[in-house]
């Protein structure tokens, strides 16, 4: 077995790590202190973080990468597979191989479809692992449940890589733009304007087949086509970063214009403080409730926009589990007679959940966190 | 008001030359016409020939910024810049990689896209606007509470969802209208009336919550308490003076989206068929017709652009307080 580490992992990692200490740090300070425990005193708001983090650990589990070894070439040397596999999928052994012929209905015992059986008749042969899937199989005969689980990992890196990658540039360009003033402002403001003025889904779209153009023509870059798929995912947060900074860039430098006017500014810039230090310590920790509103509101919003742009053909790889991929391919299976419904209404259900946990935790955080709503 | 306008127009120059800067890097600077013809007509065994046949037709095997051989202008003129971001100005969009014109064919599909769109508009801010006041009216009690979590629910719901499921209950299950396609003329009635309800039940959660907040901050300005405090009733302070006023924040900030109505919806009109612009640019992406996506882009920003003035303007009409200079 040997660890394969996407840039994918490393960052969902990375970003786990800094919300843990982000976390460590902000029980420290008693202004946050008290703002987080006003998060935890909305029941609502913790009974969906705790679904957040019931999704956020299959996450996680599934980002622990490996390929397997297979046995040993006659030279000696260890060989791998092919297969990027996760510790998920180690858990998931029985699902992931589990497989069917075709389409099975939840916990059927037998095909849905009728075949001719060994004996010239015609009827719905036994399944070969009957009762084991809890939400059917799928056209190629995969079970759903174990589909839906690996979509979720997906679901979550597109919510939250995309805001860690805008969050820099927009952070800074934001308080530069209202701090500084004069032409900085105006050459910031003409390109969040510009950025902003063309139709994101339209952006995407060129931006993804720019890629998929570059992708295609160095296939020498890739050594699996897991890392192929993560590099799409990638570009894809970076898209989505790139047309999602504007909006936050804006209400950052607003709120700088304002903190700027303010009497404990005006004492720094007295007392001769730098222009950077007044940025550091006085203005960003007086916009960080913005940001971390920024960070939780947008989170339902992109695991959401993942299924229309992959349903669009312009999300992730086709070959990455996804929300968007499942809706895709199970999409026609309503039309068929009798219907196929489960494939739906499995990517349905963890998706609602997922989302609807994600809107409910932000509008605690957005209770706590914005002074306007403190009444 | 006039040179107001005209400034603002100027204001808006830049802004769009940035946009084709942007696209034009996007498209030509990030990948060479090389690549994208090998895109095209497959990644292996594509002959040197094949490609610049390619690149020829479609006008791309010239100079990108500066053409050296050609006389005079057409140092500038005849290149990929010139001839591909520079007359998009002049609404030259060039031929799409099927030979039509783009400029023919978006004017073709507007009408379509208006039919779905303009509905959708208008009732979807009416029925997020009545459905605010409703909570508003019967504010902190277990109606306004059940709307608010309603709401939630369903902003949670992916659209994919309510369309796929529109289209199996109405068309499928319940046989009322067909399930996709596009008449012309007074019958596009029965083919329009799904997306229009679909797209309406879509996003009615997430504005009429927004509308919702808009009514009751509202609440809180003295000139509440002062037609209170004369012995209004709560339902003539809630119809005459809160809705009025609300009403100021919620159209102008709707106004920005009317001139993008042209572009259709991309979803609705894949997933139902319509032969409007959205469908047209899904089907571009789809084919990889960079030109297309070219020109939607183009057009998307200059009707983003008109957009924000029309903010402008509109801010000026129901508000006196405003001046434009």
């Keep these: ?375 | 008001m006039l040179a107001y306008l005209i400034r603002r127009l100027l204001y808006a120059l830049p802004i769009l030359i940035g946009v084709n800067v942007i696209t034009f890097a996007l498209f030509f600077v990030v990948n060479t016409p090389d690549d994208m013809a090998r895109m095209q007509l497959g990644v292996k065994r594509v002959t040197p020939e094949a490609i610049e046949k390619w690149k020829v037709e479609r006008g791309y095997d010239k100079p990108v910024f500066w053409n050296a051989s050609a006389e005079g202008a057409g140092q500038v003129a005849d290149t990929i810049f010139f001839g591909k971001s520079v007359k998009m100005f002049a609404l030259d969009f060039g031929r799409a990689d099927d030979g039509r014109d783009i400029a023919r064919e978006i004017k073709l599909r507007m009408g379509p896209s208006l039919a779905v769109a303009v509905p959708v508009f208008a009732l979807g801010l009416f029925a997020a606007i009545s459905f605010a006041l409703l909570l508003v009216y019967f504010r902190a009690t277990t109606l306004d509470f059940a709307g608010v979590v309603l709401c939630v629910a369903m902003m949670s719901v992916s659209s994919l969802f309510y369309i796929i499921g529109g289209q199996w209950l109405v068309s499928k299950v319940w046989h009322l209208v067909p399930i996709s396609g596009y008449a012309e003329g007074l019958s596009a009635a029965k083919f329009v009336i799904l997306p229009v309800i679909v797209a309406v039940l879509a996003g009615i959660g997430s504005s009429a919550r927004w509308y919702r907040t808009i009514f009751l901050e509202e609440y809180t300005r003295d000139y509440v308490r002062t037609a209170r405090a004369k012995g209004l009733s709560e339902r003539f302070v809630l119809f005459r003076h809160v809705l009025r006023n609300a009403l100021i924040p919620i159209l102008t900030g709707a106004v920005v989206v009317i001139p993008t109505l042209f572009m259709g919806s991309l979803l609705i009109e894949a997933f139902f068929g319509i032969p409007g612009l959205g469908s047209y640019t899904i089907d571009a992406i789809n084919a990889q017709d960079f030109a297309v996506v070219r020109a939607m882009v183009f057009i998307g920003s200059a009707l983003y652009i008109v957009g924000l003035l029309l903010t402008d303007i509109s801010y000026t009409l129901v508000d006196p307080r405003i001046r434009l200079q």
């Design chain 1, 1 to 375: 077995m040997k660890p394969v580490l996407l840039w994918s992992d490393l960052l969902f990692f990375l970003l786990i790590f800094a919300a843990v200490a982000g976390g460590v740090w902000a029980s420290r300070v008693e202004h946050l202190r008290a703002s987080w425990r006003k998060v935890g005193q909305n029941r609502a708001g913790m009974s969906a973080a705790a679904v957040l983090a019931v999704f956020f650990l299959i996450g996680a589990v599934d980002s622990l990468h490996y390929r397997e070894r297979l046995p040993d070439a006659p030279q000696g040397e260890p060989r791998y597979s092919v297969e990027v596999l996760s510790a998920l999928d180690a858990l998931l052994m029985p699902l992931r191989t589990q497989t069917e012929k075709t389409y099975s209905a939840p916990l059927a015992t037998h095909l849905f479809a009728k075949e001719t059986l060994d004996d010239a008749s015609r009827d719905f042969p036994p399944l070969r692992h009957p009762g084991t899937h809890w939400f059917g199989t799928d056209k190629v005969g995969q079970d759903v449940l174990y589909l839906t689980l690996k979509s979720i990992r997906t679901g979550l890196l597109i919510g939250t890589l995309t805001t860690l990658i805008m969050l820099p540039a927009a952070l800074f360009l934001g308080l530069l733009a209202g701090y500084a003033g004069g032409w900085i402002d105006d050459v910031i403001q003409y390109l969040y304007t510009t950025l902003n003025s063309i139709p994101g889904v339209l952006l995407i779209a060129a931006a993804v087949l720019m890629m998929q153009v570059v992708i295609d023509t160095h296939p020498d870059w890739f050594a699996t086509s897991a890392e192929r798929a993560d590099a799409r995912l990638l570009a894809l947060c970076a898209i989505l970063g790139i047309t999602s900074w504007t909006g936050l860039c804006r209400l950052l430098r607003g709120e700088t214009l304002k903190l700027r006017e303010l009497e404990y500014v005006q004492a720094a810039q007295a007392l001769g403080v730098s222009g950077l230090t007044i940025l550091w310590r006085h203005i960003l920790p007086n916009v960080m409730h913005i940001v971390m509103i920024a960070i939780v509101m947008d989170f339902s919003g992109l695991v959401l926009a993942e299924a229309v742009l992959s349903y669009v053909g312009i999300g992730v790889d086709p070959n990455t589990i996804s929300f968007g991929t499942m809706i895709n391919t199970a999409r026609m299976e309503l039309a068929r007679e009798p219907m196929v419904w489960w494939s739906l209404a499995a990517a349905f259900v963890f998706m609602f959940v997922l989302v609807l946990a994600a809107n409910l935790f932000a509008d605690a955080v957005r209770d706590a966190f914005d002074p306007r709503m403190a009444r």
